[in-house]
């Protein structure tokens, strides 16, 4: 820049904001150079106990407990990552879950296990986890190998959780041999040891943890598998530095809002006939809230058209247009709805709202029921996100009278 700047003045270019972004540049190496760090130290740190990172995992929980460890404080930042797998965040994991084909069937099985992790029934939920996890691998491995097996190709190219130290090293110490019952309280999810009844002391949030964060340690391979990307990938086309600025600042501005909306988002606490109409025409909802996507649907039900029903289906249920409205119209065409009355709203977490809603329809006979709709804030990739997101829209994730 000493050199260059005489001469950019000549072309009246601002020198002083090309020395700001060039400062920019820098900081952004060194919190590179900072983010390159992490994997490999938290792995080095709690891979032996049972803990890796991954994609989707919270950085700052990973640093917090980098530093603690560092500092001999070991037991202290487990005791952190337990308290990290708390029920609304497995709950928010599991919406990404859906993100993978071959997940999509055990989530109703998934989520019986989260009411048992909630409910601290840890004897309960750690075995179908595990289950889980194994089916799942097995079901994306070209020669049929569980999570569990010796044999399964748990890596993938880029990726943080799959390799050597990773998903690898994770299921090697899961599969340990466990030959002698033990009743004591163990810490370590021991495969073999709790399936086959031999560690008996499994019982405990700790273990239940990490079976968790297991399960969402796959993700990003599971998405890599199903499409056919394992492998080393063609290289990318470098960019130019326009590019590069321009994708910087676009990271940049999506980070800040998704902070800011999450610093901001709090559950509603709303109460029917008073903070919103208990029925009536989508108009008179707020706009972009789940209770008026709701009605929308709701409303297109009474006029049949369910076509229009389709555009309120999470986006991984949809296949094509005309085979959505015919099963749409399946579920609901013997159904002539007639009234809808709601009767609580209760926002479950950022991306998730249940709406419990009265309905009077006919169905040879009239019929009265409550209905417990779960919507989905889904963003422009289809993966959960917060509400008020831009570009996001709210989706019914157990339509067909709220059953699965």
């Known amino acids: 820049m000493p050199f260059l700047k005489p001469l950019l003045r000549l072309f009246k270019v601002d020198t002083k904001q090309m020395e700001e972004a060039l400062a920019d540049i820098g900081e952004l190496e060194r919190l590179a150079n900072d983010l390159a760090s992490i994997p490999d130290d938290f792995n080095d740190l709690f891979s032996s ?11 700052e929980i990973a640093k917090n407990a980098i530093a603690k460890a560092k500092t001999g404080n070991l037991d202290e930042a487990e005791n952190d990552l337990v308290e990290y797998y708390c029920s609304e965040n497995i709950d928010w994991k599991l ?21 048992d992790y909630r409910e601290e029934r840890y004897h309960a939920c750690v075995p179908v986890v595990l289950a889980l996890l ?12 569980g999570f569990f097996a010796e044999e399964a190709n748990l890596e993938a190219w880029d990726s943080i959780a799959a390799h050597s130290k990773g998903l690898k090293a994770l299921a090697q110490l899961f599969r340990k041999s466990r030959q002698t019952t033990t009743i004591e309280p163990i810490s370590i999810p021991f495969r073999n040891g709790i399936l086959h009844g031999m560690d008996l002391g499994y019982d405990n949030k700790m273990v239940a943890a990490k079976t968790w964060a297991a399960l969402f340690a796959t993700r990003d391979w599971a998405l890599k598998a199903e499409q056919g990307l394992l492998g080393e990938q063609p290289e990318e086309t470098k960019k130019s530095w326009g ?6 600042h676009e990271h940049a501005r999506e980070k800040a809002e998704f902070e800011k909306l999450f610093d901001e988002w709090s559950p509603r606490s709303l109460s029917p006939g008073e903070d919103f109409p208990v029925n009536g025409e989508p108009t008179e909802f707020t706009e972009g809230t789940p209770e008026r996507a709701l009605v929308e649907f709701l409303c297109f039900w009474k006029k049949c058209n369910y076509g229009k029903m389709v555009d309120f289906l999470l986006n991984w249920l949809k296949t094509t247009p005309g085979k959505d409205a015919g099963r749409v119209k399946n579920h609901y065409a013997s159904s002539k709805l007639r009234i809808f009355e ?5 926002d479950e977490a950022p991306a998730i709202t249940e709406i419990t809603v009265k309905l009077w329809y006919e169905e040879g006979q009239d019929v009265t029921k409550e209905v417990t709709f779960r919507l989905v804030n889904e963003g422009v990739d289809g993966n959960p996100t917060i509400r008020g997101k831009s570009g996001s829209q709210w989706h019914i994730s157990n339509w067909g009278h709220g059953a699965l």
């Not at 049972?50 to 919270?58: E, K, L, Q, R």
């Not at 879950?97 to 019986?112: D, H, I, S």
């Not at 194994?134 to 190998?145: S, T, W």
């Open 49 to 59: 106990r049972g803990w890796i990172i991954y994609d989707a995992m919270n950085l």
């Open 243 to 248: 590019e590069l600025f321009q994708q910087i």
């Open 134 to 145: 194994d089916g799942m691998v097995n079901e994306l491995q070209e020669k049929r190998r």
């Open 95 to 115: 919406m990404m879950m859906q993100g993978v084909k071959a997940f999509r069937p055990r989530m109703a099985l998934a989520e019986k296990a989260l009411i």
């Open 342 to 346: 709601i009767k609580e709203i209760v």
